[in-house]
């Protein structure tokens, strides 16, 4: 059983920063892959960034390169989402996910959720 606890949304104007922070329970941080997914309000939870288990890979989603950076500190079992030059479009509630073997992007296919953490860019 993991636990993922989401830290560092927030309020910020567009063409702002935030960095998003997810502390995970457990020995085996390393073990598992680690992503990040938002859901806007009536819209379906969709896929932003993921990072293997070392960080030597990422992949993200067309509409956030550039822009977002995902990073893991194996340490202190915490990924971190750095959002930069943010959206009104960016409003969402952003969870962390995890699960063990392959980088996914769909979220049906990760194993344990965090609660979220909600980001509201206003214009």
């Known amino acids: 059983q993991v636990q993922l606890v989401e830290s560092g949304g927030g309020l910020v104007q567009a063409g702002g920063s935030l960095r998003l922070s997810c502390a995970a329970s457990g020995r085996t941080f390393s073990s598992y892959v680690m992503g990040w997914f938002r859901q806007a309000p009536g819209k379906e939870r969709e896929f932003v960034a993921t990072i293997s288990r070392y960080g030597g890979n990422t992949y993200y989603a067309d509409f956030v390169k550039g822009r977002f950076t995902i990073s893991r500190d194996n340490v202190k079992n915490t990924v971190y989402l750095q959002m930069n030059s943010l959206k009104p479009e960016d409003t969402a509630v952003y969870y962390c996910?995890?699960?063990?073997?392959?980088?996914?992007?769909?979220?049906?296919?990760?194993?344990?959720w965090g609660r979220g953490t909600l980001v509201t860019v206003s214009s």
């Open positions: 996910a995890t699960r063990q073997g392959a980088m996914v992007i769909t979220p049906s296919r990760m194993d344990y």
